[in-house]
């Protein structure tokens, strides 16, 4: 049995979050990782306010265990959702690909869990200061928007950082993952590509399909010129979107306006040619669809028996 103050802290039985994926995670997955003992998360990304209501309303006829809400501060609908998640007082609220000290006020008094997602121990700490309960250190592995660093070098340095429980997410898809984020000082972990080829994710199964085809170099992050590298499936749209990234002819807001929507046609249309299929380097792992249950029990039960066996390696 893995346990850790996380747990505790959430009232969930095992320290796995779903990785809140924008245009993704819906109700029907967040319902069944927390049936499943982990925490599920809904991904508000950049839909409108009563998209995201509507699937808060959903999730809690699917389950009765604590649930989360990200807010992807980058949307422009992000001021909306922040007061949606306080009306509605969602369990838990984590950040990503932003500053989320605006809102933290409002979400703390409500008695809002608030775990934001940091990509470097500074921001780690700011957050900490500003009085976020926990943190997930997302390295560059992950799919998505992604930090410089790489899950190995982040999480020791933000668990040195922080007093608060530290959960690590990037580049962990199975149970040696997650065994090995504990040892660099995690008490949880978060998985995003792992739970796209869930039973329960509603994806494009073009999508998931892709992933389960994906091998270990089938990731690329683009958009670094931007100021927010994503990373995806190398598809005829990463190469293309690459290639004018490094094209000084092209404009920064040209640039931008052909990455927008593309998230979109990969998880609504699983358009192979215009979408943007964001996966985690991991993609590689993942072989078989599964339950969300299947999943968490055998991450599980892998870094249980690693974690047993670890005793061997020293004399
Ligand atoms: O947010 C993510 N992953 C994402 S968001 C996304 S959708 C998107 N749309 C438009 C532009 C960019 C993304 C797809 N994947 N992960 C969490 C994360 N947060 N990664 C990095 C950060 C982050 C970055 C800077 C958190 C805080 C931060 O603070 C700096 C600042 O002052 O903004």
């Excluded at 508000?44 to 989360?68: C, K, N, Y």
């Amino acid at each position: 049995m893995i346990t850790s103050e996380i747990c505790d802290l959430l009232g969930i039985r095992y320290p796995i979050f779903q990785g809140a994926m924008a245009w993704i995670a819906d109700a029907s997955l967040a319902g069944a990782v927390s049936n499943a003992g982990g925490l599920g998360i809904i991904a508000g990304g950049s839909a409108p306010a009563s998209v995201i209501a509507e699937q808060i309303r959903l999730v809690r006829t699917l389950t009765d265990q604590p649930f989360g809400v990200n807010i992807m501060l980058k949307s422009p609908d992000a001021a909306d959702l922040a007061e949606l998640v306080t009306q509605e007082r969602v369990p838990v609220v984590t950040t990503g690909a932003g500053n989320p000290a605006v809102y933290m006020k409002k979400w703390l008094e409500a008695g809002i869990t608030v775990i934001p997602v940091v990509p470097s121990s500074a921001i780690a700490k700011m957050v900490q200061r500003l009085g976020a309960h926990a943190v997930v250190a997302e390295g560059g592995e992950s799919g998505g928007h992604v930090g410089d660093l790489t899950t190995m070098a982040l999480v020791p340095q933000v668990r040195d950082a922080v007093t608060i429980p530290v959960l690590a997410a990037g580049g962990i898809g199975d149970g040696r993952g997650m065994a090995a984020a504990l040892m660099l000082g995690a008490c949880g972990v978060q998985m995003g590509t792992r739970f796209l080829v869930a039973k329960e994710c509603t994806v494009h199964q073009t999508y998931k399909d892709k992933i389960l085809a994906a091998k270990d170099i089938d990731t690329m992050s683009t958009g670094k010129r931007l100021g927010h590298p994503v990373r995806a499936l190398k598809t005829p749209f990463t190469r293309m979107f690459f290639e004018k990234e490094y094209d000084s002819t092209v404009s920064n807001e040209q640039l931008e306006q052909l990455g927008e929507g593309a998230l979109r046609l990969a998880a609504k249309e699983g358009d192979e040619e215009r979408g943007s299929f964001m996966a985690g380097q991991i993609a590689g792992l993942v072989h078989e669809e599964q339950t969300a249950a299947e999943i968490i029990h055998d991450v599980i039960t892998e870094a249980e028996a690693l974690l047993k066996g670890a005793p061997s390696w020293v004399a």
